[in-house]
């Protein structure tokens, strides 16, 4: 008897779609236990368990990979596809199927498919490629720490006072359901090109730029901004301004959230502690002479640049989602 697989679902992003493969590849790893579990009601032969209830959406996780446009994907979501390619999944009417390779002329349930998938899922996991591909990531972000930690030593020791801005750029709910990463990449490089032309950046002499991607809030950039102090100085005004530049680029679709300002709101003004000690956040402005305040922009811009499970799970293919400017 076969099981009706129900992928009748509500239309997902692209980034959705990427974190969910990437969410059941986590679960298929951590968890045992199959995706379907057999039961004895003749009416409902299998009962669907966690995994099973990360593959509802797998027509719109499928889609990712359709050909139409060159990506590059995560480790987590190769291996999603590779294990569909392995088993021979297929779409067959209203049901998800695949040979039976334990039977010629033979095809699963639904149920035994995405089993079947999981199997496979665990079983690619143990591969060399999978292992090296997660390594070189972790690899990767420890590289760019230290490339950062570079950048705010020689910034901040060029000139007398930097002034540092962190922003977070994101897109709108409405905008994000139809958003893709290569939106994305032409946002960003306006951006860029902006910072060349725009008056805004006049006295900008470094900076920072990664596109991440949140369960929450999609794909989104952060930023940072260092001016030269002795030219700039009006923290907020500036934020705002570029935060505006955004909300422009986007045509309406974006929106900018500056985390000193949402700091400053919950009392973190900088004022003395109890040891006379000056706290910082790593935004605002920096005197060279000032190593407590170096060390904490180094350590905020390090935050920035860090695998904190937002990483890219699908990006253009041979694109950086990293990038820093030049400094004059």
């Given amino acids: 008897m076969h099981h009706s697989f129900n992928d009748y679902t509500p239309a997902i992003s692209q980034a959705e779609s990427s974190f969910k493969i990437d969410q059941l590849v986590d679960d298929v790893l951590r968890r045992g236990g199959q995706a379907y579990i057999s039961q004895s009601h003749s009416d409902r032969p299998y009962r669907k368990s966690i995994l099973g209830m990360d593959l509802d959406y797998l027509s719109q996780m499928l889609a990712l990979f359709d050909g139409r446009v060159d990506y590059d994907y995560s480790e987590n979501l190769e291996l999603f596809i590779d294990a569909c390619h392995d088993i021979r999944l297929e779409h067959n009417g209203d049901r998800y199927t695949c040979p039976d390779p334990e039977a010629n002329r033979s095809f699963l349930s639904d149920p035994e498919t995405m089993n079947l998938l999981v199997e496979r899922i665990r079983e690619l996991s143990k591969q060399e490629g999978y292992q090296r591909r997660a390594r070189d990531r972790r690899y990767q972000a420890k590289r760019q720490e230290e490339e950062v930690r570079a950048l705010v030593q020689k910034v901040t020791d060029r000139y007398s006072k930097t002034?540092?801005?962190?922003?977070?750029?994101?897109?709108?709910?409405?905008?994000?359901?139809?958003?893709?990463i290569e939106q994305v990449f032409e946002d960003m490089n306006?951006?860029?090109?902006?910072r060349r032309t725009n008056p805004i950046?006049?006295?900008?002499?470094?900076?920072?730029?990664?596109v991440e991607q949140g369960e929450d809030r999609g794909f989104h950039l952060h930023t940072a901004f260092?001016?030269?102090?002795?030219?700039v100085f009006r923290q907020f005004i500036m934020a705002e301004r570029i935060g505006e530049l955004w909300c422009e680029i986007t045509q309406g679709r974006g929106y900018w959230h500056d985390s000193a300002l949402e700091w400053l709101k919950r009392g973190g003004d900088g004022s003395c502690g109890k040891k006379g000690k000056r706290s910082k956040r790593g935004t605002g402005m920096f005197s060279r002479r000032d190593a407590e305040g170096r060390h904490a922009v180094a350590e905020l811009m390090i935050y920035l640049v860090e695998?904190?499970?937002?990483h890219l799970r699908i990006r253009p293919a041979g694109v950086r989602a990293y990038r820093t400017g030049c400094i004059r």
């Fill in 163 to 180: 002034l540092v801005l962190r922003l977070n750029l994101y897109y709108r709910e409405p905008a994000r359901q139809r958003l893709t």
């Fill in 190 to 194: 306006r951006l860029a090109r902006a």
């Fill in 201 to 210: 950046f006049q006295h900008l002499v470094a900076s920072i730029t990664r």
């Fill in 226 to 231: 260092f001016f030269n102090g002795s030219e």
């Fill in 307 to 310: 695998d904190k499970g937002q």
